[in-house]
């Protein structure tokens, strides 16, 4: 028999492992607990279950196959899904006809065709080389230019353009891909002329989109990179991350740097878990993804604390959103590539050589500024105040408030009065709070059916507690559960598998399970005696209207009889 492509990806992909890509998990019993990467929490009720392979989130109701979580953490279509795994798996799909590919598979081909081209003139052309002689003069090695896929861009207007074109994409695609220019006149021209270019990777290492930068000449803009496009957001990309997960989840650390050079310089070295914010300072986005790789953040830059820089926002929106910073003490204003290059042990040192971001802030605002003075008192109180407030363990900030009162000779309560005046800007944007979610409301007997259900495979036996002329009485989807329970055949996998796992999950001790499938079934024809009682008065009214005394009559006898019943 011939299995279809996704019989096939999902024969070789384990669900643990593709979901392990994205976020981290613990294990719990024969399943995986997470925080949930689609609403946030800090309960986690996310799980994955190997058995099954399905992963579902008891807080928002999320849950399926690796398809659909792909789809869901992409924010893809389920072509697209298929495509990203079909890749991991090594499966291969059917040439599509061109036609049927979506938009955004085509804009994924544009930018793979152009970092070819990149780096095929890097390796060949006579300014290539001059680039890559660049590279590696600034410490980055032949196999760094490899993995990172460097290349080089033509001082030419239409170079990349003509080679896109020459294989059959049209020039609004191209533009469409950030590519290329559309000028006044409408013509287009490349928008990577005379630079070294680095391709921008997403979680999966498909191209999105390029950072070029100068490397001779400082008369034009040192750096020009991608505009947004379908592929490329650069709010929500951190340079270096597609291959820096693993690494962050097994060292438990994120190394964050300002520069892609000094990504690039740092996983050279063995420190394989820096990635870079792309420019930009860091966004909620962002911070979300790091959360599912690890807690714990190590910058690697230069920080102004008294600044209101964009790189200082980012930071403090970390420090709010409960992240454990570190800041890595660099040597005086050296970078971290600058540092690699002259010698690569010196920066396994500096890694080790860190302070907590508290720390960090009160040596820095009291080193420049005298605490004896007023003016002095205000300027380093202005500056940590904000910082404390920030933390969100209560005995962590007394411990930090106390600490600044010392230090400034002031009483402990005049700092704790200032600190209530503080108004923290992520506080008047409301920033990701704990989300609400409201899921499908299930009805009183769904509920109980469900609860009844996930009782019967907690421990299978008790299936013979119920009378099979009953299972019509419950919800079509339960009911077909029940129905194959009772022939001890399989059911379909939905809601089955949801069941099975809720089951797994579901604490419950064994000698309350029987009384608690009593109760279930009690409730359950309480409700169904109920909806008779008001279909037969609804039947006794018309019965009225209509002068059907012997209708009536025999109505009234079932309604006792059933109102009886209930009342047992
Ligand atoms: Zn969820």
């Given amino acids: 028999m011939i299995s279809s492509p996704i019989d096939e990806i999902k024969n070789r992909l384990d669900i643990v492992e593709v979901i392990g890509s994205y976020i981290k998990f613990k294990k719990a019993g024969a399943n995986y607990r997470a925080l949930c990467p689609f609403h946030s929490e800090k309960t986690p009720s996310f799980f994955v279950s190997p058995a099954r392979q399905i992963w579902h989130c008891f807080g928002c109701g999320r849950g399926g196959d690796i398809f659909g979580f792909v789809k869901e953490i992409e924010g893809v279509e389920f072509g697209d899904a298929l495509r990203i795994l079909a890749q991991k798996a090594g499966v291969e799909l059917k040439r599509q006809r061109p036609e049927l590919k979506t938009e955004r598979q085509r804009l994924y081909e544009i930018c793979e065709w152009a970092t070819r081209f990149f780096e095929k003139q890097l390796a060949g052309s006579s300014s290539g080389k001059e680039a890559k002689k660049y590279l590696l003069s600034r410490g980055i090695t032949e196999e760094s230019i490899e993995k990172w896929r460097l290349g080089y861009s033509p001082d030419v207007w239409q170079s990349l353009s003509d080679f896109l074109t020459s294989k059959g994409y049209k020039k609004e695609e191209i533009e ?29 290492s498909q191209v999105v989109g390029f950072s070029g930068r100068i490397f001779k000449s400082p008369d034009t803009a040192k750096y020009v990179n991608t505009p947004n496009t379908l592929l490329y957001d650069k709010s929500r990309i951190l340079y270096g991350l597609d291959k820096a997960k693993v690494a962050i989840r097994k060292k438990d650390a994120c190394i964050l740097v300002e520069g892609n050079t000094d990504v690039i310089m740092s996983h050279q070295t063995g420190s394989e878990n820096a990635v870079a914010t792309s420019g930009t300072a860091l966004t909620p986005f962002q911070l979300k ?8 953040l190590l910058i690697g830059f230069d920080m102004d604390v008294a600044g209101e820089t964009a790189t200082k926002r980012g930071i403090d929106l970390a420090q709010t959103q409960g992240f454990d910073i570190k800041v890595i003490r660099l040597p005086e204003g050296k970078d971290p590539a600058e540092i690699i290059s002259k010698n690569p042990k010196e920066w396994e040192k500096t890694l080790t050589s860190t302070v907590s971001i508290l720390d960090f802030y009160f040596e820095t605002a009291f080193a420049n500024r005298d605490p004896k003075t007023p003016e002095g008192k205000k300027e380093i109180s202005k500056i940590l105040l904000p910082v404390i407030k920030r933390i969100p363990n209560e005995i962590e900030k007394s411990y930090w408030v106390q600490k600044l009162a010392k230090n400034l000779e002031v009483k402990e309560e005049d700092v704790e009065a200032e600190l ?25 007997k769904e509920l109980l059916e469900e609860r009844l259900l996930i009782l019967i495979l907690k421990s299978p036996q008790n299936i013979n507690l ?13 009911q077909e559960v029940l129905s194959k329970l009772i022939k001890k055949q399989s059911p379909e996998p939905e809601p089955f598998n949801y069941l099975s796992l809720k089951a797994e999950i579901e604490e419950i001790e064994e000698k309350d399970i029987l009384p608690d499938i009593q109760f279930c079934l009690k409730e359950i024809q309480c409700l ?6 008001d279909q037969i008065s609804q039947e006794i009214k018309k019965a009225e209207e209509d002068k059907n005394s012997q209708k009536i009559e025999e109505l009234t006898r079932e309604f006792t009889k059933l109102a009886k019943e209930i009342s047992l």
């Fill in 420 to 444: 209530k005046k503080v108004k923290l800007e992520e506080d008047i944007y409301g920033l990701e709070p704990e989300e609400t979610i409201n899921l499908p409301q299930k009805s009183r």
């Fill in 528 to 533: 169904e005696i109920k909806k008779r009682l």
């Fill in 289 to 296: 993804i790091l959360k599912r790789y690890s807690n714990n």
């Fill in 176 to 204: 469409k891909a950030g590519l290329s220019i559309k000028s006044e006149k409408g013509s287009f021209y490349d928008r990577f002329r005379g630079r070294i270019v680095f391709p921008i990777f997403d979680l999966n």
């Fill in 466 to 478: 119920i009378d099979e002329g009953k299972v019509s009485c419950f919800s079509p989807p339960y």
